[in-house]
């Protein structure tokens, strides 16, 4: 072998190096950013989670109270009618019956349009609603803290740490506030 020859192959080894830890360089970085791309899509999920869970419960208890307070009204309003017993005068008598035709008709009208419609089942369903929304943010909260884990850990690790430098810093874990994490108080 010339000198020649032996500069070349050295010149060869040390250019396949250089593009060796170029790639992997650019890999690495590449991985650091798709990982901070999924944890800011994970954040923005429990983002809307938490604003669905603030809009579809606001109205949920605000419609659930709204209907509890119809029916029991209703229900009030056929308790306080009275039979007016055989001792009440004609008119009375006649209040009654109109009350009582007015009371039927309204109650009609509300069980042929909403047949299904009850106190309990509305309830029900908001219960339903609390359940679903908590456990996508649930799910939304440690999607976030898996992808942050999956993260901090490639950016401490030896080699990745030189690439990481000071350009890729560890993210902070999901944690709720103290009074987020109190169970919501919804009251009727």
């Known amino acids: 072998m010339t000198p020649t020859q032996i500069v070349l192959i050295v010149v060869g080894i040390i250019v ?8 992997w360089f650019i890999s690495v970085r590449n991985g650091f950013l798709r990982m901070q791309q999924d944890i800011e899509s994970s954040e923005s999920r429990i983002d809307v989670y938490l604003t669905k869970r603030f809009d579809l419960l606001t109205k949920m208890v605000q419609t659930t109270k ?28 006649a209040q009654f019956e109109k009350e009582m035709t007015a009371a039927t008709k309204a109650l009609n009208v509300v069980v ?25 943010l649930q799910a939304s909260r440690s999607t976030y803290n898996s992808n942050v884990s999956i993260y901090n850990k490639s950016i401490i690790v030896f080699p990745n740490s030189i690439v990481a430098g000071s350009r890729f810093t560890k993210r902070n874990y999901f944690e709720a506030e103290a009074t987020k994490r109190a169970d919501v108080n919804i009251e009727f």
């Open 16 to 23: 396949l190096l250089v593009l060796m830890v170029l790639v």
């Open 66 to 93: 709204n209907y509890v307070k119809h029916e029991k009204e209703t229900l009030e309003k056929i308790v306080s009618m009275r039979n007016p017993g055989a001792n009440a005068s004609i008119e009375e008598k």
């Open 112 to 136: 042929e349009n909403y047949p299904d419609l009850k106190a309990n089942t509305v309830v029900i369903g908001l219960q339903n609603a609390i359940t679903e929304v908590e456990e996508n």
